[in-house]
């Protein structure tokens, strides 16, 4: 089993729907997570980052963690076509020799159309 | 300020063959991570390097080395190539090491390494 289970989509909503988009995990050391968008042939760029439980707001962007529950989300307010990229997921934990690691989702495909 | 920069960009190789990947972190940043990214396993953690140090390593065989010059400059190789080690290739820096916080790391374009 994976760390982190991320369905990889593709996700096609018309322009301006909500999206959820979601990350589930099995190692409970994870303590920071955060939520990267890569445009094709490009490198990830981070979009959101959030420690521990809780939600956090960017302008159209929301992201969610439950520890409890081991889930992450992510959510784009008002999708634009310039949306259409794959969303990772990605969290940092404690190693067994104290150092952080960042593991990431396998990304999610989101098509938005206008 | 310039961006991470990874060269070459794209490169194809036959198994067996050896291959040097290149990174240049942005002006300032001390920390570079290798990452292998494919469709099936997505972005998946080499390495990472910090004042010329390794500092964490993936699971991936020892085939896959990296090293860290002193202006911050990082190469990656991979030695015996194989079929499966087709893949794209991400760097990225940050200020500090992963391994001390949670500093924004930056990526670069990625290598696209193709292994015939």
Redesign the interface.
Known sequence: QKEVE?DPGPLSVPEGAIVSLNCTYSNSAFQ?FMW?RQYS??????LM?T?SSGNKEDGRFTAQVDKSSKYISLFIRDSQPSDSATY?C?M?GI?N?G?????????TRLLVSP | KAG?TQTPRYLIKTRGQQVTLSCSPISGHRSV?W?QQTP??????LFEYFSETQ??K?NFPGRFSGRQFSNSRSEMNVSTLELGDSALY?C?SSLVT??G??D???????TRLTVL
């Open positions: 991320q920071y990267y042939r490009k490198g990830p760029e981070l980052y420690y990772l990605a940092t190693t020799t150092f952080q690691k960042l593991v990431f989702g396998t990304g | 991470v991570s990452y099936g396993q997505g972005l998946q953690f500092r964490n993936g991400l990225a992963i391994a916080g949670t924004t790391q930056y990526f670069g374009p990625g």
